[in-house]
């Protein structure tokens, strides 16, 4: 079976900084790239950013650009979503995911997902 548990979600100001980890575990599976994904209130979930497990190439939603900091660290099979300059829009349950088709990638293909984490910005 395979996990992925994400951690570090809360509640921060805006302006603030928090870093989400999603650990991964279980059977070996075809893993290309993890991806982290949001989820606000009343709206359809939507892309922020991934990170190619082999060579580190990165991608990000237009939103986020400058702001956060996708990144992995192969040896702990663990990626890390650095999330600075927060804004109340960033409010959301943000999901790490486990892309297992690299045709889709970077904005699909993705096969596991974490439980999700609360990230809550407030004014």
């Known amino acids: 079976q395979v996990q992925l548990v994400e951690s570090g979600g809360g509640l921060v100001q805006a302006g603030g900084s928090l870093r989400l980890s999603c650990a991964t575990s279980g059977r070996s599976f075809t893993n290309y790239a993890m991806g982290w994904f949001r989820q606000a209130p009343g709206k359809a979930r939507e892309f922020v950013a991934t990170v190619i497990w082999g060579d580190g190439t990165t991608d990000y939603a237009d939103s986020v650009k400058g702001r956060f900091t996708v990144s992995r660290d192969n040896a702990k099979s663990t990626g890390y979503l650095q999330m600075n300059s927060l804004k109340p829009e960033d409010t959301a349950v943000y999901y790490c995911?486990?892309?297992?088709?690299?045709?889709?990638?970077?904005?699909?293909?993705?096969?596991?997902w974490g439980q999700g984490t609360q990230v809550t910005v407030s004014t």
């Open positions: 995911a486990a892309n297992v088709d690299v045709r889709y990638w970077p904005r699909g293909g993705y096969g596991y």
